[in-house]
Structures are given as structure tokens and as C-alpha cells.
């Protein structure tokens, strides 16, 4: 696999470093003369100086033969402009765009790059996760974001718990998908009388996660 | 006429006093509080300070019932990058925007945007000078 990665900072660097070691041929592009130095005494020959937003940069990448482009500078604009071009002029299928600034996501989103990686928002899901604020932790979202995978515990209180699922009143557009109970994985089929203390796990469409937590936990 | 200006560079800014100065509407958008003072004091238009790939804020700059969008930061991946923000999500009628690179001017155009390039125009021109390139 050819991967050629855009940004050689801190996470550009060790994305490369990592790649290397398991055996993969990388490339990485890095703009500023002084970094590309540092990053050729501590990676070899896989560096290449210039600006990955030219085109006759990617060019020299060889970006034409890449499995994946993961472009992951410090500035949004540049990354989404890499993945655009690598789409576009160079016909690469898989490009992968780092999200700096969480309120950018979703112009990613609108010019068609769905890989990225919001390292603001996935260390504020880690932190949800510790933390278990009120109700839905958020555990994966697919299809953009159009779907989402949540978990939950139940509470004594909860309207759901010791109800039996088939009696549950749910939104349409939601799934449950799998109880934790102790150490036991207990799929939810419709005679499975949910308990307090339950670890419910399931998927709903975006706009029916409300829902679903107002039928799983109530109000509270 | 309604026009967003992404970039107050000396173009940005220049063309944001022209425009405002035959009676159109203007909103200006960039990061830095320095250029948004290359304004005139008495500039009538709006003035925000922020990034033109931020929707939130092109969406309060009015991109909605905006008749043209004009980027034309200093650097090339902003400008491409907000262009076609303007087209795909607020459908801005016309956009313009500024690449220095003629080959990345050349792929945004291909994907349908209307892009000049300096660097072109300052090669035709001299060339044109010399009597071209022979």
C-alpha cells in the first residue's frame, strides 16, 4: 500500500513513523525548509520538501499511484484543498482530512471528504464517556453522522428498566442492539426483561436520539 | 447588489471600498484585525473577523441573499476551499476567487468555479512585452 501524507508536524510525523514500521511505503510532505530537514535526519528518504496544495507537489508524491492521502496540516483549508485535489485531478479513492478546528467539520463534510479525524471531538467523547453526563454516551457515528451508536446505562428510575423490550415504546427509526449485564452480552430479543444497572447499546438515526433517551431514561 | 469579500488583502479591501462606495452592500471577512484596517475609517459595510469556510459565520455575513462572493485571502487553499463552500452550500450566484497556482486554478475550474490567477496574467503580460517567449 502507498500512502502519502500531507503535513509533517507532530501527528504527521509519528503517522509516518507508524506507517514505516509496519511495513508500508509512505511519503511525507512537509512546506517549511527547516522542518523538512529534521524530519529527513529522523525518517530518511521518504520526506519530500514543498507544498502539498500544488498540484506540481503532488505531482512529484506521485500521488497518481496512492492507496490513501492523509492530509493532516495544521490549517483546514489546506487539508480539504489536498483531499480535493487528490480526488479530483489525481483520482485517488481513499483520502483521509484532519479536522484542527471542530467548527470546520462540517464544510469537510459538504465538499465530500467523509474520512476525518476531529481529535477535538473524539477526546470530548472519551471525556463523556468517563464522565456519564446525563443519559447517551456518543460511541460511533456512521454515514456522516446520519447514524449514531450510543450506550446507556439504566437507572431504577428509568422508564425502561424491568420492562420487557417487546413492551418498550420506541422511536421508529432506532435499533437496540446488545445488553451488558455484569459480564453477560445478552442480545436484546423481544421477551428480555431490561434490568437497572443494564448497559444498553444501540443505534439510531440522528435526529431520534432524543427520542430514544427519553424512552430508554425518561426526563431526567 | 449584495457582495461577501473573504480576504481583506489589498484587493479585498480595495475592491470592498470601490463597491461600497457605488452604493452596493459589503460584508468583509478575515482572521486578522490588522487587515480589516486597511479599511476606510467611514467603510459603510459590515466587517467580521474570522475564516470564510466557517458557515455559521458566512451565514451571519448574510451568504443566504448574497448576489456575489469574492475570496481573495493571500493564500490559495482559503480561497478555492471557500468558494466552493459558497456554491455547494449557500448557492451564491457568483463566486470568484483568487489562485495563485495556475495549475490549482486550472482543477478548480474544471470543477466548475470561476477562478483567476495573478500568476497567469503577470506571465502573459510580460511575455506580451517582450513580444513572447522566442
Known sequence: MYVV????????????????????????????????????????????????????????A???????????????????????????????????????????????????????????????????????????????????????????????????????VKDLILPEQCLLMAILREEELIFPRGDVVLLPGDRVIAAARDDEVEALRLALLGSA | MKVIIIGCSRLGATLATILSGAGHEISVIDPKAEALERLPHDFPGQVFQGVGIDLELLAKAGADTADALIAVTDRDSANLVTAQVAMEKFHIPRVIARAYDPRAAEAYRAMGLDIFCPTTFGIDYVLGRLGGAE
Not at chain 1, 23 to 40: A, C, N, P, S, T
Open chain 1, 5 to 60: 501524507v500531507a503535513g509533517g508536524g507532530k501527528i504527521g510525523f509519528n503517522l509516518t513513523r507508524t506507517l514505516l514500521d509496519g511495513g508500508q511505503e509512505v511519503l511525507l510532505i512537509e512546506k517549511d525548509l527547516r522542518r523538512f530537514r529534521w524530519l529527513e535526519d529522523h525518517l530518511g528518504q521518504v520526506v519530500l520538501h514543498g507544498d502539498a496544495t500544488e498540484v506540481a507537489t503532488l505531482e512529484e
Open chain 1, 62 to 164: 506521485g500521488v497518481k499511484r496512492a492507496d490513501v492521502v492523509a492530509a493532516v496540516t495544521g490549517f483546514d483549508e489546506d487539508n480539504i484543498m489536498i483531499c480535493r485535489l487528490a480526488q479530483n485531478v489525481f483520482d485517488v479513492k481513499r483520502v483521509i482530512g484532519r479536522v484542527n478546528n471542530p467548527q470546520n467539520e462540517d464544510a469537510f463534510r459538504l465538499l465530500g471528504i467523509n474520512n476525518i479525524i476531529n481529535s477535538t471531538r473524539l477526546i470530548y467523547r472519551l471525556v463523556l464517556q468517563e464522565v456519564d453526563a446525563c443519559g447517551l454516551i456518543p460511541l460511533l457515528t456512521l454515514k456522516g453522522g446520519k447514524v449514531e451508536f450510543v450506550e446507556t446505562v439504566l437507572l431504577p428510575e428509568s422508564p425502561a428498566a424491568n420492562v420487557a
